[in-house]
């Protein structure tokens, strides 16, 4: 029992490093770039089996899901990237973050509070957002690929991701499931409205998580009961003027 239980919290703190390592070795062998998003998955079982204290609770489905989403939308992203320092530069901050999602797991399962956890969890589904977004974009760029397929794949992993940031942020509520769709519904409409722009996917993907972030930043305040015109407000300058930001600067992209 104590060799599992090494191997499993080896597991638990080394997957960052062991998912950095795997895609060197994709890097010498291309074709095992499918064999890397399966054994990555699977590591992340044990990973979050371990950040629920070893239960199958709906901690555990939520964390894996979001995780499973966030680096398999990683690496297809940066299967795309042509450029090898700006990959490298994008594992470090992966790297980073990876370690800070899990410390904090650690922290909230001694002390309950799950507030760092939460904003982690609401960076990770916004990672998710671009990277899988600029993904698709990209593939349909690429490959040719028809965007229809790909925007109905867009609408389901971002009502999964909706959903299990939602249990991170304590929006359990079951009569929310229907408003978690209809959000993902909303964002994927947004999507195709960028999709026919005359945008590259890095951009495309950017307004896609801004997009997401404003409805789910809307959705926060449906939810608390401080939805007030001054909040809309703001939050749609903020919006705008961002937009108006990523466009303005889009051909350096």
Excluded: C
């Amino acid at each position: 029992m104590k060799q599992l239980d090494f191997i499993f919290k080896f597991i638990f703190w080394a997957s960052p490093f062991l998912f950095w390592l795997g895609w060197q070795i994709v890097l010498s062998y291309p074709h095992g770039l499918w064999a890397l998003l399966l054994i990555s998955t699977i590591l992340l079982i044990i990973v979050a089996h371990e950040s629920a204290q070893r239960t199958w609770r709906w901690q555990f489905i939520f964390i894996f899901i979001s995780l499973a989403l966030l680096m398999n939308g990683f690496y297809l992203f940066i299967s795309l990237i042509a450029s090898a320092w700006i990959v490298q530069l994008l594992w470090l901050l992966m790297i980073w973050y990876l370690y800070n999602y899990l410390s904090r797991i650690i922290k909230m399962n001694k002390t309950t509070d799950r507030t760092e956890w939460a904003l982690m969890s609401l960076y990770g589904g916004l990672f998710t957002t671009f990277f899988v977004s600029a993904t698709l974009f990209g593939f349909q760029a690429f490959l040719g690929l028809s965007p229809w397929p790909l925007l109905l794949l867009f609408l389901i992993i971002v009502f999964v991701n909706t959903r299990s940031l939602a249990y991170t942020q304590s929006w359990n509520d079951r009569e929310y499931l229907g408003f978690w769709f209809f959000l993902a519904l909303l964002v994927t409409e947004i999507v195709i409205m960028i999709s026919l722009l005359p945008l590259n996917y890095l951009i495309a993907g950017i307004l896609s998580t801004l997009a997401y972030y404003s409805v789910i930043n809307f959705a926060r305040l449906y939810i608390q009961g401080s939805l007030t015109k001054r909040k809309i407000k703001n939050y749609a300058w903020f919006t705008a003027l961002s937009l108006a930001l990523i466009l303005l600067t889009a051909r350096w992209l």
